[in-house]
């Protein structure tokens, strides 16, 4: 048992803490997607420190990981800076082409995502398809020479400044559900390919994600990653990954301080807040609330330096997109009706950034696997419980 | 960074396990609990856990202990809580010997750690007055210098085993007043000393809990462990220690109730399938198998920490309030998935029914803790 950092461990993260400290400025602070010039630069420097595909063969234009956690203290450091973070790109596409694509593949796209080089949407959700992603419907056809796909897609992040998509695509339409899955890699330049903004509930600077249409969209044979029909056990591969490599509990952590911090500072009427019994005993419920989060993603580390971490993650997700809201709840709780004072208000407190907390959070506990289906993991995976929608169980039957 | 046992630690963990689940059943369990003259532990059961090192276990080697840490213990503790085994493993093997290491004379050492390791005594922990109060500002009972003595006079409530065990550590004030930090002062004293009386509360989770009184209690100065009038700035340590210690047992009860939820739930046949087939019931288990991960980490995540030296009275706060929650949580939730089982007194999970609630209760329940959070995070109450 060693709780501390190793020394090496402990080198890497002051080497990120003193990298951000130079080249984190405020024009690339506070977003989480590579998408602006400013924000593209920064993760250009992340890349030319090699950080960015870390733990892959050079022949990919990977670099050695200076330590088995390397991949998660960056996230973790990324986070508590507020800085873009680099999951998605390393951490579902890289991979994913890496463990099943084919040479040509790897070739092509390898050293582009480490070198930061191009961005990526991932395209999964459609409107009869969410949590049931299995249920998705977008075509792909075999026409000889080519694939040619149709379907809509929504809610597809970062489509209106990625250079490709990542598809999933149903290649079997006669096969079960799971199993007629294929993932395609699509440039976003291709013809047939439109989307149009999906605003998200929020004040002015907003996050935006996007509806997006393929219309009879011809994509290269070879673009098919792995094997056909396979797609399916990549996509939950990847979500693996996703919940915990993505969705770093840090931010959390650096949000509940502020508020912390912010309610330290606070008068009304002459009295300070933190004065007051009811904030003291609710944010010290919070407070403990967050270090457990602290702790489930310390557990999922110790088990990354073994295996995937897989209902571990799914622990860390259930908790943290729980505590996200819980955070802004009560950080607007404690400001009371300047809670509600938006963006561009001279009185609203942290410049309005809990509302806006408040209103999206809860989108973490629907996207990339929510608290419930993260529990639904848990129950199934963990305690082995059987499928609530599948045949009867009777005792004896479980695990 | 690395959560895994030790060979060592795997090796205490399964004994301990093998050892309480063959002792320390639900039948053992409940026939401690019947009747209220009884002193609430098995001495043959104390017996064995000093032969198989763990009265011990903490205590350092120059002491004849096994100098092992917190950590161990809490590993330790987690299998007693599974098995809510009733002993004074904690007044005695962590308050008293931690105490007595800390702040006893040379011979006070050597005479009293021997008789701890050896399960010859047990102590009870008298600290808690007669208010919702915990900590050191609450401590009332008067102590006052005669001559070679000291004559103790008021009373102490929520004693865990008082009337059974040998000794009594008793914190006292011997300066200043209600309300402040300074002025606390520790006895070691027997249990039969005249003067006291111990008078049973019944509990909820029927264990021994005693309302202990002292009227005109005389003991000589030799009776005195630590610093007088500074005793705090010992049993400080101590009592963060107990609370991780505490902390580690209701985890181990929660694992264990959550284990007796989920194996129901895979055996109750409604609507023609397993109850842990519907999707609510999953999602209840699921929850609890969060917060016991939780609670599992940060009780070993503090502990460790405290082997290292290092302050930790911030997380201590926090293991102690979350696992008080989550004890008390699980237990609750547990037992509705029992059904209307949950709630006849046959059915075991009553036990930690019984218990969950009264667990969270006790050592300051949540807001002794809290407030120590929120005067970490937002300094003192200035008002
Ligand atoms: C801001 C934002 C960004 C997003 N970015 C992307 C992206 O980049 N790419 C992408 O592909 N998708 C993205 N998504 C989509 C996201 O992954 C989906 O919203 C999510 O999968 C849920 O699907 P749904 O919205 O259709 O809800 P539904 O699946 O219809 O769910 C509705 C409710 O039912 C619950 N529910 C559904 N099934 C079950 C079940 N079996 N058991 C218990 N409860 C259940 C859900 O938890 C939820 O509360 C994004 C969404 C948002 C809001």
């Given at each position: 048992?060693?709780?501390?950092l190793?020394?090496e ?26 998408d602006?010039?400013?924000r593209?630069?920064?993760v250009d420097?992340?890349a ?8 892959f ?14 991949q998660?203290?960056?996230n ?5 800076a ?11 596409i ?13 070739d092509?796209?390898?050293?582009k995502v480490f ?13 009869q398809a ?20 149709n ?15 990542w ?16 993932i395609?890699?699509?440039d ?13 509930v ?5 996050e935006?994600?996007n ?7 011809k ?5 098919l990653v ?8 990549y ?6 990954y ?7 509990f840090?931010?959390?952590v650096?949000r ?10 606070a008068?009304?009427g002459?009295?300070k ?9 609710k ?6 609330r ?8 310390k ?6 330096a073994?295996?995937v ?6 622990m ?14 009560l950080a ?5 009706p ?9 009185h609203?407190?942290?410049?309005g950034?809990?509302?806006?907390q408040?209103?999206?959070?809860g ?8 608290v419930?289906t ?6 199934r995976?963990?305690?082995g ?15 | 960074?690395?959560m895994?046992y030790?060979?060592e630690?795997?090796q ?8 309480l689940?063959?002792e ?6 409940r026939?401690?609990e019947k ?6 532990f ?5 017996a064995s856990?000093a ?5 011990g ?11 092992w840490?917190?950590?161990d ?12 085994c009733p002993?004074?493993?904690l ?5 008293a ?34 208010t ?7 401590v009332a009972l008067e ?14 409530m ?12 008793v ?7 209600v309300g ?8 070691i004293?027997?249990s ?5 009386t ?7 989770a ?12 005389t ?10 009038g500074?005793g ?5 340590k101590v009592?963060?220690?107990?609370a991780?210690?505490f902390?580690a047992?209701c985890?181990g009860t ?5 284990e ?5 739930s ?10 842990g ?41 926090k293991?102690?309030a979350f ?19 949950g709630y ?7 036990l930690h ?15 002794y ?8 995070m937002?300094g003192p109450?200035?008002?």
């Amino acid at each position: 048992m060693e709780f501390d950092l190793s020394l090496e461990e402990a080198g890497f993260r002051d080497e990120v803490k003193a990298f951000l400290e130079a080249e984190l400025t405020e024009e690339v602070r506070g977003g989480m997607f590579v998408d602006t010039p400013a924000r593209v630069a920064f993760v250009d420097k992340l890349a030319a420190k090699g950080w960015l595909g870390m733990g892959f063969p050079e022949k990919y234009g990977g670099s050695k990981k200076p330590i088995a956690l390397a991949q998660f203290i960056l996230n973790v450091e990324l986070e508590l800076a507020h800085a873009p973070i680099v999951g998605k790109n390393v951490g579902v596409i890289a991979n994913t082409i890496f463990h099943n694509g084919s040479e040509e593949m790897k070739d092509e796209f390898l050293p582009k995502v480490f070198k930061n080089e191009c961005q990526w949407a991932l395209s999964y959700t459609e409107p009869q398809a969410g949590t049931d992603l299995a249920a998705l419907q977008c075509k792909c056809e075999d026409k000889g020479d080519h694939w040619l796909v149709n379907g809509t897609k929504r809610f597809i992040t970062s489509a209106h400044f990625a250079d490709y998509h990542w598809v999933a695509v149903r290649t079997d339409p006669d096969a079960q559900k799971h199993k007629g899955v294929s993932i395609i890699i699509m440039d976003a330049d291709a013809e047939g390919l439109t989307y149009t903004p999906q605003w998200c509930v929020g004040s002015t600077g907003a996050e935006r994600t996007n509806e997006v249409f393929y219309d009879n969209v011809k994509v290269p044979k070879n673009r098919l990653v792995g094997e056909i029909n396979k797609g399916f056990i990549y996509l939950m591969q990847a979500l693996d990954y996703e919940r915990f490599a993505i969705i770093s509990f840090a931010a959390r952590v650096r949000r509940f301080n502020k508020v912390a911090e912010w309610v330290k500072e606070a008068e009304f009427g002459g009295k300070k807040l933190s004065d007051d019994p009811a904030i003291r005993s609710k944010f010290a419920t919070l407070a403990t609330r967050v270090e457990i989060g602290t702790m489930l993603e310390k557990m999922c580390i110790c088990v990354a330096a073994e295996r995937v971490p897989n209902t571990e993650a799914a622990m860390n997700k259930a908790w943290a997109s729980t505590i996200g809201t819980e955070i802004a709840n009560l950080a607007l709780d404690a400001m009371g009706p300047y809670g509600y004072l938006w963006d561009g208000s001279e009185h609203a407190p942290l410049e309005g950034e809990m509302v806006d907390q408040y209103l999206m959070h809860g989108h973490s506990r629907v996207a990339a696997a929510g608290v419930d289906t993260s529990k639904t993991i848990i129950a199934r995976r963990l305690l082995g419980l059987p499928d609530p929608l599948g045949k009867p169980f009777l005792p004896n039957q479980a695990k | 960074m690395d959560m895994k046992y030790t060979e060592e630690q795997k090796q205490l963990q399964d004994l301990a396990r093998r050892y309480l689940e063959k002792e320390c059943t639900i039948d053992f369990v409940r026939n401690l609990e019947k009747k209220d003259e009884e002193i609430g532990f098995s001495k043959e059961m104390w017996a064995s856990f000093a032969e198989m090192g763990w009265l011990g276990l903490a205590i350092p080697e120059e002491h004849d202990g096994m100098g092992w840490g917190l950590v161990d213990q809490a590993i330790l503790a987690m299998q007693m809580g599974r098995s809510i085994c009733p002993s004074p493993y904690l007044s005695t093997a962590v308050i008293a010997a931690e105490a007595i290491v800390l702040g006893g004379t040379d011979d006070q050492k050597s005479e009293l750690l021997e008789e701890i390791i050896g399960g010859e005594a047990v102590y009870a922990f008298c600290f808690q007055e007669n208010t919702r109060e915990f900590g050191p500002k609450t401590v009332a009972l008067e102590a006052k210098a005669d001559g070679d003595n000291y004559v103790i006079n008021g009373s102490k409530m929520f004693v865990e085993f008082s009337k059974g065990a040998d000794k009594l550590l008793v914190v006292t004030r011997t300066a200043g007043k209600v309300g402040e930090e300074s002025g606390l002062t520790m006895f070691i004293m027997d249990s039969d000393t005249k003067g006291i009386t111990h008078t049973h509360l019944p509990t909820m989770a029927r264990d021994r809990q005693y309302e202990v009184k002292f009227e005109n209690v005389t003991v000589p100065k030799s009776a005195v462990l630590g610093p007088v009038g500074d005793g705090w700035t010992i049993l400080n340590k101590v009592v963060q220690k107990a609370a991780v210690i505490f902390s580690a047992y209701c985890a181990g009860t929660a694992e264990v109730m959550h284990e007796y939820a989920l194996e129901f739930s895979k055996e109750r046949v409604q609507f023609g399938r397993i109850i842990g087939q519907m999707q609510v019931i999953q999602q209840y288990l699921a929850t609890c198998t969060i917060e016991i991960y939780g609670a599992r980490t940060i009780v070993l995540y503090t502990a460790w920490h405290m082997d290292q030296g290092r302050d930790m009275l911030d997380y201590v706060a926090k293991t102690k309030a979350f696992t008080s929650h989550c004890v008390e949580h699980i237990c609750d939730r547990g037992s509705q998935i029992f059904g209307g089982m949950g709630y006849i007194e046959e059915t075991p999970t009553t036990l930690h029914l019984r218990r969950g609630k009264q667990y969270q209760l006790s050592m300051g329940g949540m807001a002794y803790w809290e407030d120590i959070v929120a005067e970490k995070m937002f300094g003192p109450v200035t008002a």
